[in-house]
């Protein structure tokens, strides 16, 4: 992968004020089959609200975070709330608190929606059912349909409520609204931005608007580099940085 060609605009160490972060990272780099898909990428993750993780498609970002949760040979800094992670395994990643949503939702076809809840219980943790079901009343209507027979929305409401049930420290949600209709998209939005108000979420996604509903601050990355930091309405309020480092410039509306 060739380096950045576009240089870096704002310090990582101004975003989101002084330190007042869930999750750091510093000087991450990750290998996927001998390839090097992450370069450097600094990034911090508020302690609340939604901090997006943006680029255009292919500069790294499902690759950072399966590397932040260890699912590929990843190398560099990533703090959680004062604890290195950077070398545990997965599962210890997932006990101390980094929930996962991944892309394409990834739910339990053949298991109803309710086995795939309980699939997701961590020992260890509170389990927050009432939670759950005050977001997403549907599950619980049809906590016996078999997964794989719900719609797209249906089920990424499954993937995030599996993530929302352990008393995670943050979240790492991988491009919630893909391939969504425009109503399920604010649907999701409308379930994330309440689930940010009880867990600080690192955001993925296409969906400017979307973005901009919900983020308070922004990282982008090009070629496996972090090269923007900052708030995340000054980012895309700015159409030629918008343009340069995502390839849009609309800066309020459309997708990547
Ligand atoms: N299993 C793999 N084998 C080889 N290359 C891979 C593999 N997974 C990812 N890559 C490469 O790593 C780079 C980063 O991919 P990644 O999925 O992290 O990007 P992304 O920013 O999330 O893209 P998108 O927005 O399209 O989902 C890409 O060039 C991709 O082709």
Redesign the pocket.
Known sequence: ?TPASVPETTAPEAVAGSGDHILSVRGLTAH??G?Q??EHVDLEVAATGVTALL????????????AIMGL?GRSGTIDLAGQDISTLPTHKVAQLGVGYVP?DREVFSALSVSENLRIAERKGHDHRYELVYDLFPELKQRAGQAAGTLSGGQQQMVSLARALLNDNRVLLV??PTKGLAPRLVQEVGRVLARAAEVVPVLL?E?NLQVVRDLAHHAVV?TG?RSVHHGPAAEFLGDPDLTQRLLGVSTGAEGS?
């Open positions: 992968m996927v089959a390839q898909v992450v680029g255009r498609n292919g500069v790294g970002k499902t690759s950072t975070i399966k590929i892309e991988d491009e993925v296409q990355l496996g990547i």
